[in-house]
């Protein structure tokens, strides 16, 4: 059974960097992309970015190219995000997904595809 857990939210302050986690168990590595999500109060749910388990390879959304970095570390089973030139509008409850067997053979960056769900990681961005 597939388990997702984030871990490395907290409070920076802009300009600032954090790391989050997402630890994965009970997956098929040659199948799966992980992306990452996140929600502000009020806002939609948004893709940030996604990485297919097997090829490594990774895409962004707009607002966090340059500045995010997605990767997955395969000894340990996390795919992490690094998240550096923080601003108070990266502000939002970060969420950890896995889409166990996209259609196309690439993530996207998308909120459907994305079946199951970690529990998320609160990130404030403030002086």
């Known amino acids: 059974q597939l388990h997702i857990a984030e871990s490395g939210g907290g409070l920076v302050q802009p300009g600032g960097s954090l790391r989050l986690s997402c630890a994965i168990s009970?997956?098929?590595?040659?199948?799966?992309?992980v992306g990452w999500f996140r929600q502000a109060p009020g806002k939609e749910r948004e893709a940030l970015s996604c990485?297919?388990?097997?090829?490594?390879?990774?895409f962004y959304t707009d607002s966090v190219k340059g500045r995010f970095t997605i990767s997955r570390d395969n000894a340990k089973n996390t795919a992490d995000l690094q998240m550096n030139s923080l601003r108070p509008e990266d502000t939002a409850d970060y969420y950890c997904?896995?889409?166990?067997?996209?259609?196309?053979?690439?993530?996207?960056?998308?909120?459907?595809?994305?079946?199951?769900w970690g529990q998320g990681t609160q990130v404030t961005v403030s002086s």
């Open positions: 990485i297919m388990w097997r090829t490594g390879r990774t």
């Open positions: 997904a896995v889409d166990v067997n996209p259609v196309f053979g690439e993530c996207v960056l998308l909120r459907s595809p994305y079946e199951e």
């Open positions: 009970g997956f098929n590595k040659d199948r799966v992309a």
